[in-house]
């Protein structure tokens, strides 16, 4: 059980979807109602609600997470659906976009910072391969974020054939191959190292399945087994 603070401890019994990332051994986790993340730190299972240092605003009521170069990344926020938050480095409670004094360490807004690109449509997922790559699939379209988003990140789209299915939709093997399911039009998608070129890698009979999820009720989330050296589907619910 989660010990919390001022009732901090939970998550909306209404929310649909829950996501998290684990960063120097706290979860932070969000369901696109709190306000907040919840904190849950796992040495003692204490619940908190996350709030940010000085100068800065947790963005809110975010409903998707990940981490990227030790940044706390959330998107897909009721008020801007379209942006990508980073908190400062190192430091899941930074989030002053406008430092007095800029640093290369500063928290980060992907809509800030339009000569450098920003994914067009809606976030539907966000999945970090590695320190230097983070994956966006958004409603139509696919990108990739290379770089550190501080120190002039680059966002290419990878393609606007297909978008990419709500939640925990992106996945990696142990060799830096990437999955994908996609949206609206049902199916996976692989690529190389790198997030380039996609792949229609479905067949009929799970084409077909696919096909009968209702996305208004439903998330797909893709798992890599490197033991069995295939890839899990699983709906949720």
């Known amino acids: 059980d989660l010990a919390s603070s001022s009732g901090a401890g939970t998550i909306d019994t209404l929310a649909q979807y829950v996501a998290w990332a684990v960063l120097k051994g706290k979860a932070y986790i969000t369901d696109g109602i709190r306000r907040a993340p919840l904190v849950v730190d796992g040495r003692s299972a204490f619940a908190s609600t996350l709030t940010s240092k000085a100068g800065g605003q947790v963005p809110p009521r975010c409903k998707l997470a990940c981490d990227f170069q030790g940044r706390l990344v959330l998107a897909r926020s009721l008020a801007d659906p379209t942006t ?76 606007n054939a297909t978008g990419c299915a ?20 049902p199916g996976v998608w692989a690529m190389a190292p790198g997030g380039l070129n996609p792949i229609s890698i479905t067949e009929t009979r799970i084409l077909n399945d696919l096909g009968a999820i209702d996305w208004a009720t439903s998330t797909l989330e893709l798992i890599w087994d490197p033991q069995r050296e295939g890839l899990w589907l699983v709906q949720i619910p």
Not at 174 to 184: C, D, L, Q, R, T
């Open 84 to 159: 990508i938050y980073f908190s400062e480095k190192g430091d899941p409670t930074g989030w002053d976009l406008r430092p007095n004094v800029p640093t290369v360490k500063q928290a980060f807004d992907l809509s800030l910072a339009r000569s450098r690109g920003t994914p067009p449509d809606i976030v539907q997922a966000i999945y970090s391969i590695n320190d230097d790559l983070m994956v966006v699939g958004c409603q139509t379209s696919m990108h990739r974020v290379s770089g550190d988003p501080a120190q002039g990140a680059l966002v290419h789209q990878i393609t």
């Open 166 to 185: 709500f939640g925990r939709s992106i996945c990696n093997d142990e060799k830096g191959n990437i999955f994908f399911a996609s949206f609206p039009e």
